[in-house]
């Protein structure tokens, strides 16, 4: 019993399962024993800490039953992501018959297979191997895209390894078949080739001729078709491959019994379409080719993203600077950065001045400066001057890394829109080979002489003209170009489907503080009374002020250090509780606050009325100076308006949205803020707990899309159809985001809805051709044009009609790489003010 124990334990397998929801021993205990109730279970060990369980078993297969003994407990196994490499689709019929195969696996959750990627993302439990078998099964390859793997420059390798195998084999097909389609169709178009061939090799010869160039076509370049597409047929699960070797195979095997035995057929049938199915071969495979050129454009924005990666670092060690890999900078090195380098990592400036560009960052052509304390990121360009900085971020932590997935995750994600083309391409190909055969056979009862021919040529026809390729790439190539674009300009969707609801959204609700607005106060006015100087009015307020922790008295001090002013020093500082602040200042009494304080003073405010009422007006609260008794200026403190802001809220308009803005200000001020700017909507004197309602209440307006920036807006983020965060906001904010605005910049709101509206439209473009060309030619092709207008469809020109639409269909999607910003320049920043509607906080 013993040894066999024993035996059994060193053939046993150790499966690793996490677990979520455990708080105590109690609860390790009880998943412990559910877990060694199941069958095959020679041990577990569940560890609280890590939250995962390690299994021995006797049978992996097992793995499922430990994850519903799991579940029973009560606790919860959560699923993994797995990325798939897929090698051998063509079509959206290939991807529906890999996800209906990665989803019957027990434990997935979900299966989205991209064919523009030709990547599968799967979530759940399910083991990697049987994901693999899965779609093994159905005919295709797939391996484990593991991080950091190499994966992205293996399968770029294998991707012009693919093209230049399809090159050579269009090059050899090209070849072989322009004498076949010269000896066949010369003899119909040019006057005298017929009796030319006659005279010379003869036309028994001639067909000969046509069968060994054509035997050569289909049995070397046009291989891969009869590889997929047979065993896809016998699967029962027909592919576009199939429908190209149905349809060639039946024009060869036709031609070959006319050749070699013609009196198995009837009279007047017996003809050759040899060149039907070498130009066949050759025009689909001119189509790979160009299609395979075009899907690796579709993917530059990756490329380039990833090129962005500097490949060496200078770093100090030891006392002094060696240069290593990138990848092997540590968090906490000090970095050197040359003039024109590229930064390895991200980081925080500690010695030197410079300009960096961060445009591949934030979509800003105008590069930032950078001294000490300043964030830098990986990825960006030093311009003119040395830096050094400590490494913050490094590897798959910094910002570039987070950039690239954010894109690739975008980029393989499905749009609602997609929905549509997956319940159609399901039946789509079985249903093009019952219109073949129904066409053959209504052909070959009622078609005239000889309808034998007649049959067969417009069976071919429709089973070339119907391959779903354009289908299978019409979405996920647009999303790809799209998403890469939205990219370049700063803006990232976190979720491919936030393309398909920005297109929608009919009201943008917009956070004022920090989003708005610069998010910090500064001064903003600062108006004289006669005989005195800015300067030393705006030094001696500032030295006062300097004593005092206000943020309004904060701003001042930065206003006058941001001009270059020395803060004189100050006696007998005082604080006047509800009315100001004084102190003698080079042996003048400087006292600053409210009118109130000026009224206690004796001071009369009256020669400020007009610019005090202006202030009022822009939702500012505006403070006097008085120096040695003499009322010396009025002040005002706000959160400065961004400078982009006016021309983005004009942008909105023209796409024709309206702008809501949601603030926990008075209403006054909101107001007047609203005014400004020409915002439609003002929902004021909300409490931080209280946007989530807010959203909730403009919803009834039309779909929304909220922009935030801080922790307090990450409820409302997510609450909202779509959320957008500014990229130079919170962590939380930008998590819960569906969209990120990397630059500070509200013009990247109009960019991202007029880029999502461009890709929509792109893609019903795609769909709209891809469907009404096969919905307007199958019929041609089948020849219901033949009774009135004598019309038939060769199966050759079938054959480049298709491959033109796949082509039309990327070389459409790539359009989306030359989208230009549609922020209006021409609309003045005092655009026409719109009277703000209220909507009250409750």
């Given at each position: 019993?013993?040894a066999?124990t024993d035996?059994t ?5 150790t499966?690793?399962i996490?677990?979520e ?7 390790v205990?009880r ?11 020679l041990?577990?060990?569940v560890n609280?800490a ?8 006797s049978?992996p ?6 994850i ?6 009560g ?6 992501i797995?990325?798939?490499?897929i ?9 529906g018959r890999v996800?209906?195969a990665l989803?019957a ?12 990627k030709?990547q ?7 083991d990697?191997?049987?994901l693999?078998?899965a779609?093994?099964e159905?005919g ?7 991080q ?9 390798a294998?991707k012009?390894?693919?093209q ?27 006057p005298?080739?017929?009796a030319?061939?006659?005279?010379t090799?003869?036309?028994?010869t ?6 060994a160039?054509t ?10 078709f ?10 029962g699960?027909?592919?576009m491959n199939s ?10 095997l036709?031609?070959?019994?006319a ?8 009279e007047g ?10 130009v066949i071969?050759?025009l689909?495979l001119l189509?790979r ?7 690796g ?9 990833v090129?962005?990666?500097a490949k060496t670092a200078r ?5 002094s ?10 968090p ?10 590229r930064?390895?990592?991200?980081g925080e400036v500690v010695?030197?001045e ?7 960052i934030?979509g800003?052509?105008?590069?930032v400066a950078?001294?000490a ?13 040395a830096?050094t900085f400590?490494?913050t ?8 890394s987070q950039i690239i997935?954010?894109?690739?995750a975008?980029?393989g994600s499905k749009?609602p829109i997609?929905a549509?083309?997956?319940r159609?391409t399901m039946w789509?190909?079985?249903a093009?080979?019952t ?5 053959f056979?209504?052909w070959?009862?009622w078609?005239p002489?000889?309808a034998?021919?007649f049959?067969l040529?417009?069976a071919v026809?429709?089973l070339?003209i119907a391959c779903?390729?354009?289908m ?5 190539t647009s999303?790809m170009?799209?998403?890469g674009r939205?990219?370049e300009?700063?803006?990232l ?6 393309l398909?609801?920005?297109k929608?959204?009919r009201?943008v609700?917009?956070?004022?503080t920090?989003t708005?607005t610069?998010?910090k ?5 600062l108006?004289?009374a006669e005989?005195f100087d800015?300067?030393?009015v705006l030094?001696?307020?500032a030295?006062?002020?300097a004593?005092s922790?206000h ?10 250090e941001a001009?270059?002013l020395e803060?004189?020093s100050?006696e007998?500082?005082?604080s006047?509780?509800g009315?100001?602040?004084e ?6 009494r400087?006292?600053i606050?409210a ?6 003073l004796?001071?009369d405010?009256?020669?400020f ?12 609260s ?5 120096i040695?008794?003499?009322l ?8 400065p308006?961004k400078?982009s802001?006016?021309?983005a809220i004009?942008a909105?308009?023209?796409l ?5 803005m949601?603030?926990g ?6 107001q007047?803020?609203?005014?400004r700017?020409?915002i439609?909507e ?5 409490l931080?707990?209280g946007?989530v309602?807010a ?6 307006l039309?779909?929304?899309?909220y922009?935030?920036?801080g ?6 983020l997510?609450e909202a ?7 130079t906001g919170t ?8 969209v990120?605005l ?6 990247g709101i ?6 999502s509206?461009?890709?929509i439209?792109?893609i019903?473009q795609?769909l709209?051709w891809?469907?009404?060309y096969?919905?307007a ?21 079938a054959a480049?009609?298709?491959a033109l ?5 990327l070389g459409?999607a ?5 989208f230009a910003?549609p922020s ?6 005092s ?8 909507i009250p906080?409750?």
């Amino acid at each position: 019993m013993n040894a066999h124990t024993d035996t059994t334990r060193l053939t046993a397998e150790t499966i690793q399962i996490p677990i979520e929801g455990m708080t105590c021993a109690s609860c390790v205990g009880r998943v412990e024993k559910a877990l060694l109730a199941v069958p095959g279970a020679l041990s577990a060990s569940v560890n609280l800490a890590t939250e995962r369980a390690e299994v021995q078993v006797s049978d992996p297969s097992v793995r499922t039953d430990l994850i519903h003994a799991v579940e029973a407990t009560g606790y919860a196994v959560p699923g993994k992501i797995t990325e798939l490499s897929i090698d051998g689709m063509t079509c959206a019929s290939c991807v529906g018959r890999v996800e209906r195969a990665l989803q019957a696996v027990p434990g997935v959750t979900s299966a989205n297979v991209n064919l523009a990627k030709e990547q599968a993302t799967v979530k759940g439990t399910a083991d990697v191997a049987a994901l693999i078998a899965a779609v093994a099964e159905t005919g295709y390859t797939a391996r484990e895209v593991a991080q950091d793997s190499g994966e992205d420059e293996a399968k770029a390798a294998r991707k012009d390894a693919e093209q230049a195998l399809l090159k050579r084999d269009l090059g050899l097909a090209a070849a072989f078949a322009l004498p076949v389609f010269v000896l066949e169709m010369g003899s119909h178009v040019i006057p005298g080739m017929h009796a030319l061939i006659g005279s010379t090799i003869g036309h028994g010869t001639s067909w000969l001729l046509q069968f060994a160039l054509t035997t050569f076509v289909l049995a070397v370049p046009g291989m891969r078709f009869y590889a997929k597409g047979i065993p896809a047929l016998m699967r029962g699960a027909p592919d576009m491959n199939s429908l190209v070797a149905v349809g060639t195979l039946a024009a060869y095997l036709y031609s070959v019994v006319a050749t070699f035995a013609p009196g198995v057929l009837p009279e007047g049938t017996v003809n050759v379409y040899y060149e039907a199915a070498a130009v066949i071969v050759t025009l689909i495979l001119l189509g790979r080719y160009l299609e395979a050129r075009a899907r690796g454009r579709t993917s530059e924005a990756i490329k380039r993203l990833v090129g962005l990666q500097a490949k060496t670092a200078r770093v100090r060690r030891d006392g002094s600077v060696v240069e290593i890999p990138a990848a092997e900078v540590a968090p906490g090195d000090i970095v050197e950065v040359r003039p024109g380098d590229r930064l390895p990592v991200d980081g925080e400036v500690v010695d030197g001045e410079s300009y960096v560009d961060e445009s591949m960052i934030t979509g800003e052509p105008v590069p930032v400066a950078k001294s000490a304390g300043a964030e830098v990121v990986g990825g960006t360009i030093n311009q003119n001057g040395a830096l050094t900085f400590r490494a913050t971020a490094v590897g798959g932590d910094t910002m570039l890394s987070q950039i690239i997935r954010m894109v690739e995750a975008a980029q393989g994600s499905k749009l609602p829109i997609q929905a549509l083309v997956d319940r159609v391409t399901m039946w789509f190909v079985p249903a093009v080979m019952t219109l073949a055969a129904l066409t053959f056979g209504v052909w070959l009862i009622w078609g005239p002489d000889p309808a034998l021919t007649f049959g067969l040529v417009n069976a071919v026809a429709v089973l070339i003209i119907a391959c779903p390729c354009a289908m299978g790439l019409a979405t996920p190539t647009s999303i790809m170009v799209g998403t890469g674009r939205g990219a370049e300009m700063g803006v990232l969707f976190r979720k491919g489907e936030a393309l398909q609801l920005l297109k929608e959204t009919r009201v943008v609700a917009l956070d004022k503080t920090g989003t708005l607005t610069e998010g910090k106060p500064a001064l903003t006015d600062l108006d004289l009374a006669e005989g005195f100087d800015r300067a030393e009015v705006l030094a001696r307020v500032a030295a006062v002020e300097a004593r005092s922790e206000h943020p309004i008295a904060r701003a001042i001090v930065e206003a006058a250090e941001a001009e270059g002013l020395e803060r004189p020093s100050i006696e007998g500082f005082a604080s006047a509780t509800g009315y100001g602040v004084e102190a003698t200042v080079g042996g003048q009494r400087v006292q600053i606050g409210a009118d109130r304080f000026m009224q206690k003073l004796g001071l009369d405010t009256a020669a400020f009325a007009e610019t005090a009422e202006r202030l009022g007006d822009e939702g500012k609260s505006p403070l006097y100076a008085a120096i040695d008794g003499k009322l010396a200026a009025i002040i005002a403190v706000a959160d400065p308006i961004k400078a982009s802001t006016p021309k983005a809220i004009a942008a909105l308009h023209a796409l024709g949205l309206k702008v809501a803005m949601i603030t926990g200000d008075n209403a006054r001020t909101a107001q007047a803020i609203a005014r400004r700017l020409g915002i439609d909507e003002v929902v004021a004197e909300v409490l931080p707990d209280g946007k989530v309602d807010a959203v909730k209440r403009l919803k009834a307006l039309g779909r929304l899309a909220y922009v935030g920036d801080g922790i307090n807006d990450a409820p409302a983020l997510a609450e909202a159809d779509v959320g957008l965060a500014i990229g130079t906001g919170t962590d939380v904010a930008i998590e819960a985001a569906d969209v990120v605005l990397m630059s500070g910049s509200l013009k990247g709101i109009p960019n991202a809805i007029a880029l999502s509206q461009a890709t929509i439209g792109n893609i019903r473009q795609n769909l709209f051709w891809a469907f009404a060309y096969n919905t307007a030619l199958i019929p041609v092709a089948a020849g219901v044009l033949y009774p009135a207008f004598g019309i038939l469809l060769s199966p050759v020109f079938a054959a480049g009609a298709m491959a033109l639409s796949s082509v039309f269909v990327l070389g459409n999607a790539l359009r989306l790489k030359r989208f230009a910003a549609p922020s209006p320049t021409d609309i003045p920043a005092s655009h026409p003010v719109r009277t703000p509607a209220a909507i009250p906080a409750e």
